[in-house]
């Protein structure tokens, strides 16, 4: 309830509750005869409180560091009251809030995951909210060509998976040594050590595993003891450094592909399932409940093909070998591949490669194109061979585009990654060489150039990029023997 305390036109004084309300001024004025009372609130003191929509008077600008450096990006703004900011960083096609990232600058130092990462800023006040434009930060990194390996030896020799966690570490779990493995070691790039990390829960080889926004890394399905196919998923956590059963799949798979989408879920496609055939069935695999359901299948089956998510969102599957035997008895290779939509969980046919390959490798460029590099092909009669051919796929036109492979080399089963810088080290095996090779393949050029000796056997290799631009490649040696190695 209000009392008037003053005289109209006059400063007067207001009470609430018994609590004093000042800045408020009555004004009697007369309209048609009668006399209204009419109060207006001006602010503190009398003085109205002026209101400035946020601006940005100078936009953050795109940053080119050396990889490990810092990187800074500035904006300017104005605006009443003064706006505060939020950083943001965009992940996956989404964009989230760098904690702590509240000042007119973002100061951070540079990893791997910072490479042609975007990153904008939101700037508020009660007068609205405004966003800066998107801006990137490119780093750059000299390498050597020079390969070195490490002192300790993995356990696993060929069909392990290969993680780099948020640390940096890189997890090694499970593949074929004598036997199939339960083991695991961690690479400490800090050091240059390998160390045994946890047993696995079931032996496996020629399984999947994906790293989830959680940092914890999953591990699915794979070849067990006795060359079984087992269903069942662990969860590897590197806060406790322990691993937990995480479910399983609904089938038991090798030569089948696992890619995280957008939502969270794990695509789960083909392979080969626990009746020794080939198949066409997919799997949405939940992290959250640790939960596997149907998905549509693809329109072919198809084992030891190769699935990327690309830039539009979608999964592109290539390759691998089909169900249907050919004339001789012997299933070839398919040179089609098809499309997956997480939004409408539909799959369509995609363009066809001009060589039908499995066993392949695939790796996205800085570009938005998807390399696709040898694998294994038939090339006779009841006859199988390595394929020496590249083929460039641009999401843009929908089709591929078949290279020239100066230096005629091959890798099967191998992962390739891009370098920092765009350039892409490719394993040419010893096919048509003396001795093993390591080769460049730059996208901005489209040629090939050698990189060096290798030492590694063109097979069953695992290239992870490490945090300071540097690549871990595990495998076997010329020996066949376990090995490892930093190129940098």
């Known amino acids: 309830m209000f009392t008037l305390d003053g005289n109209p036109g006059k400063s007067a004084k207001f009470l609430s509750r018994e609590v004093p309300m000042y800045g408020i001024r009555a004004f009697r004025q007369a309209l048609g005869g009668a006399s209204v009372l009419i109060l207006l609130c001006c602010g503190g003191g009398g003085t109205p409180k002026t209101v400035e929509a946020p601006k940005i008077t100078a936009q953050p600008l795109a940053q080119t560091v050396p990889i490990t450096s810092t990187a800074s990006l500035t904006v300017a703004v104005s605006g009443s009251p003064t706006p505060t900011l939020q950083w943001q960083r965009q992940e996956r096609g989404s964009w989230h809030d760098l904690a702590g990232?509240?000042?007119?600058?973002?100061?951070?130092?540079?990893?791997?995951?910072?490479?042609?990462?975007?990153?904008?800023?939101?700037?508020?006040?009660?007068?609205?909210?405004?966003?800066?434009?998107?801006?990137?930060?490119?780093?750059?990194?000299?390498?050597?060509?020079?390969?070195?390996?490490?002192?300790?030896?993995?356990?696993?020799?060929?069909?392990?998976?290969?993680?780099?966690?948020?640390?940096?570490?890189?997890?090694?779990?499970?593949?074929?040594?004598?036997?199939?493995?339960?083991a695991t070691n961690l690479f400490d790039p800090a050091t240059g050590l390998l160390t045994p990390g946890p047993?696995?829960?079931?032996?496996?080889?020629?399984?999947?595993?994906?790293?989830?926004?959680?940092?914890?890394?999953?591990?699915?399905?794979?070849?067990?003891?006795?060359?079984?196919?087992?269903?069942t998923c662990e969860l590897y956590d590197p806060d406790t450094g322990t691993i937990s059963p995480a479910g399983s799949l609904l089938v038991g798979r090798w030569g089948f592909t696992a890619t995280l989408l957008p939502n969270g879920k794990i695509l789960i496609a083909g392979g080969f399932d626990s009746n020794n055939s080939i198949v066409a069935s997919c799997e949405l695999y939940d992290p959250a409940t640790f939960q596997s359901t149907l998905a549509q299948p693809m329109a072919t089956g198809r084992e030891n093909h190769a699935a990327n998510l690309l830039g539009n969102g979608k999964v592109l599957v290539t390759g691998g070998l089909r169900p249907t035997p050919d004339v001789d008895?012997?299933?070839?290779?398919?040179?089609?591949?098809?499309?997956?939509?997480?939004?409408?969980?539909?799959?369509?046919?995609?363009?066809?490669?001009?060589?039908?390959?499995?066993?392949?490798?695939?790796?996205?460029?800085?570009?938005?194109?998807?390399?696709?590099?040898?694998?294994?092909?038939?090339?006779?009669?009841?006859?199988?061979?390595?394929?020496?051919?590249?083929?460039?796929?641009?999401?843009?036109?929908?089709?591929?585009?078949?290279?020239?492979?100066?230096?005629?080399?091959?890798?099967?089963?191998?992962?390739?990654?891009?370098?920092?810088?765009?350039?892409?080290?490719?394993?040419?095996?010893?096919?048509?060489?003396?001795?093993?090779?390591?080769?460049?393949?730059?996208?901005?050029?489209?040629?090939?150039?050698?990189?060096?000796?290798?030492?590694?056997?063109?097979?069953?290799?695992?290239?992870?990029?490490?945090?300071?631009?540097?690549?871990?490649?595990?495998?076997?040696?010329?020996?066949?023997?376990?090995?490892?190695?930093?190129?940098?």
């Open 101 to 182: 990232a509240t000042g007119l600058t973002h100061t951070f130092a540079t990893t791997v995951r910072d490479h042609l990462a975007a990153f904008r800023v939101r700037v508020s006040n009660e007068g609205g909210s405004v966003l800066s434009n998107p801006v990137q930060v490119t780093l750059t990194k000299t390498y050597q060509g020079v390969m070195t390996p490490l002192t300790a030896s993995t356990t696993a020799l060929m069909g392990h998976t290969a993680t780099r966690l948020a640390s940096g570490k890189v997890l090694l779990a499970g593949g074929y040594l004598t036997g199939t493995e339960k």
């Open 199 to 231: 047993t696995l829960l079931t032996p496996r080889w020629t399984h999947a595993a994906v790293l989830l926004d959680s940092g914890k890394v999953l591990l699915l399905s794979g070849t067990t003891t006795g060359y079984a196919k087992t269903p």
């Open 329 to 488: 008895g012997y299933a070839f290779p398919l040179a089609s591949t098809e499309l997956y939509d997480p939004a409408t969980g539909q799959w369509t046919a995609g363009p066809d490669m001009a060589d039908g390959r499995e066993y392949h490798t695939t790796t996205l460029l800085e570009n938005g194109q998807l390399l696709v590099y040898s694998g294994w092909t038939k090339v006779g009669y009841q006859s199988f061979g390595a394929l020496r051919s590249i083929e460039l796929y641009d999401p843009v036109t929908g089709a591929f585009r078949k290279l020239p492979n100066p230096l005629g080399g091959s890798a099967i089963i191998t992962n390739i990654t891009c370098l920092i810088g765009g350039k892409v080290l490719l394993p040419i095996g010893c096919n048509d060489l003396t001795g093993l090779q390591d080769a460049l393949f730059d996208p901005a050029t489209e040629t090939f150039s050698r990189s060096g000796r290798s030492l590694f056997y063109d097979e069953y290799l695992t290239h992870t990029l490490l945090l300071d631009g540097r690549v871990l490649v595990v495998g076997r040696d010329s020996n066949f023997a376990s090995m490892a190695a930093v190129y940098n």
